[in-house]
């Protein structure tokens, strides 16, 4: 399913699995409400812990693996300094 968003992903394997959203955070532990707004909205997103508790259950992995591994190719093409530097910048972003 590489392209899909982690989202569309989740709505296909609930879909396939006929797993609803109440039995989805029972098993998840992520609170109903989150995944209710989570799959409800197109291009929505949810946080780290919350996606990789929905991933567990369904089987699923949380990125995409294709451009994963082109981000630790090119991570690993850069020396010590500017590893440092991106992953400062990086942090600052999402922080």
């Known amino acids: 399913m590489a392209g899909k968003s982690f989202r569309d992903r989740?709505?296909?394997?609930?879909?396939e699995r006929n797993i609803s959203k109440a039995d989805l955070s029972r098993r998840?532990?992520?609170?109903?409400?989150?995944?209710?707004?989570?799959?409800?909205?197109?291009?929505?997103?949810?946080n780290?812990?919350?996606a990789r508790a929905l991933a567990n259950v369904l089987g699923l992995s949380v990125?995409?693996?294709?451009a994963y591994e082109e981000l630790r190719e090119l991570?690993?093409?850069?020396?010590?300094?500017?590893?440092?530097?991106l992953i400062?910048?990086?942090?600052?972003?999402?922080?």
């Open 10 to 15: 989740v709505l296909a394997e609930i879909k």
């Open 28 to 46: 998840s532990g992520v609170p109903y409400h989150a995944i209710d707004k989570f799959l409800k909205r197109e291009g929505a997103s949810t």
């Open 48 to 50: 780290a812990e919350n």
């Open 63 to 66: 990125d995409d693996d294709q």
């Open 75 to 85: 991570f690993y093409q850069l020396d010590e300094e500017q590893r440092k530097f």
């Open 88 to 95: 400062a910048s990086v942090r600052g972003l999402v922080g």
